[in-house]
């Protein structure tokens, strides 16, 4: 460090001097007032030694502190070493196994977790080949992964995709901040792109009826879940039985999509062509997945039911795929996939007149508007628009009684609400019997 330097006074004769050392060199310099008089008094001679040396303190003061600092570096350059060989870092190949044992970790299904980990994975390859093996979660920049990020955008991924992978390495980073001593998220500022929705189609009668006489097994009541319930794929799949009801022709089921935030379940009817094919499983094979198989291999990979669907699809002379997408390195747009049932079950609904609220009902469309309480009523009534649809299983073992509006389930009905009328909720009661005997005479007058 530098030595302190302040000068000193002196005088010869009348006038004062300051005198100053740099480097062992001795300087000196008459002092003189603003007007360029020579000052004569020891005050004034004070004030302007304190002008000409100010720069020279400030130095000294600033190389001070860049020691200082200088050593403040040196010792966290320390610490840290320190720290790093006691705990080390967190390696890219180490976070997998590190997330899904945090405690912060989403409580995500196997499935999911497939696909999290299969993004992860592109990403862990991706750092390895560039970076090498001894890259840690700590060392990836913003920079990194900004490359990375157009690395995945000259893949031609869709924009939905692309988030995803996004969205999964912002996950692993912020449950991983602690563990892998992170000061940021680098993906956190990366721009995501625009979402453009890309509907399926609905599916004609005479398709659904190709696709639903053709398929055997598991794959032909998959379909007819899709066509009759409007559930969607993954609620198909996993479908046990202990959410469907066939004395009562109900289904109740959390979808997977809302069961998280909102887990209240939508409660459909079971048309009678599909609670045929229920009904044909032993009572004593009724003891967990409506579809084992299927609810198996959903759970271990999904893509592997979607490709399943989509191939059936197309030995029905169904392209799945929009035309001129998936060639000359352009992104196949799905047009046609199981989803379609869901899109054509809302369509069939809505052209046998059925309301709209009792449509939104059954397919679970979470509109705060809409929402409505299932009363015996509201059951008969999304009944009725299930049992409307029309037949496309190929046969329909079906008998007037067997419908959710046929006399039986009327007086059955009728009976719930008279056992459960009170004084204090008569009125009620009143009118759910009304309505119900509007529905019998509206169909009546339809006949």
């Not at 190949?93 to 992860?120: H, I, K, M």
């Not at 990403?123 to 990194?144: C, H, M, P, Q, S």
């Not at 794959?219 to 609620?235: E, I, K, M, N, P």
């Not at 046998?352 to 009902?361: Q, R």
């Amino acid at each position: 460090m530098a030595k302190h330097r302040t000068g000193y006074l002196f005088k010869r004769g009348k006038t004062f001097y300051v005198s100053w050392r740099i480097e062992g060199k001795a300087f000196a310099k008459a002092l003189h007032d603003d007007n360029g008089n020579p000052i004569t008094t020891r005050r004034e001679a004070e004030e302007a030694k304190q002008k000409i040396m100010a720069p020279f303190v400030v130095a000294d003061e600033a190389a001070a502190l860049e020691s200082i600092v200088g050593k403040l570096e040196g010792r966290k350059a320390e610490l840290a070493k320190l720290e790093n060989e006691q705990n080390p870092p967190l390696s890219i190949s180490r976070a997998w196994t590190e997330f899904v044992s945090s405690a912060n970790c989403p409580d995500s299904g196997e499935s999911t977790l497939y696909q999290y980990e299969y993004r992860f994975s592109a990403f862990v390859d991706w750092v390895k080949e560039n970076y090498g093996e001894a890259a840690t979660l700590r060392g990836v920049t913003k920079d990194i992964a900004e490359t990375y990020a157009a690395r995945l955008n000259h893949g031609k991924l869709s924009p939905s995709t692309y988030n995803k992978h996004l969205n999964l390495l912002t996950l692993v980073f912020r449950v991983l901040k602690h563990k892998a001593k992170l000061t940021g998220n680098p993906w956190e500022e990366i721009q995501r792109k625009r979402m453009v929705t890309q509907s399926r189609r609905e599916l004609t009668i005479d398709e659904l009826r190709k696709v639903c006489q053709s398929a055997k097994g598991e794959l032909q009541t998959l379909l007819a879940l899709g066509v009759y319930s409007g559930l969607r794929l993954g609620d198909c799949a996993t479908l046990r039985w202990a959410e469907v009801d066939l004395p009562r022709g109900l289904i109740r089921r959390i979808p997977n999509k809302t069961a998280r935030r909102n887990p209240k379940p939508v409660i459909v009817p079971i048309h009678p062509v599909l609670r045929d094919m229920l009904a044909e499983t032993p009572v004593g094979r009724r003891d967990d997945y409506v579809l084992p198989e299927t609810a198996v291999l959903y759970e271990k990979r999904t893509d592997l039911v979607t490709d399943q669907v989509q191939r059936h699809f197309q030995e029905c002379g169904i392209k799945p795929h929009k035309a001129g997408t998936g060639k000359d390195g352009k992104r196949a747009v799905v047009e046609v996939g199981f989803h379609s049932l869901r899109h054509t079950f809302v369509s069939l609904c809505r052209e046998s007149n059925a309301p709209l609220s009792v449509v939104e009902s059954i397919v679970g469309h979470s509109n705060p508007a809409m929402t409505r309480h299932y009363t015996h009523v509201g059951e008969l009534a999304a009944g009725r628009a299930v049992a409307a649809l029309p037949s496309v299983m190929g046969t329909n073992k079906a008998h007037a009684n067997d419908s959710p509006t046929g006399p039986e389930n009327i007086l059955r009905a009728a009976q719930r609400i008279a056992r459960s009328m009170t004084a204090a909720n008569w009125k009620t009661k009143r009118a759910e019997l009304l309505a119900l005997v509007a529905i019998k005479k509206g169909e009546n007058l339809s006949a």
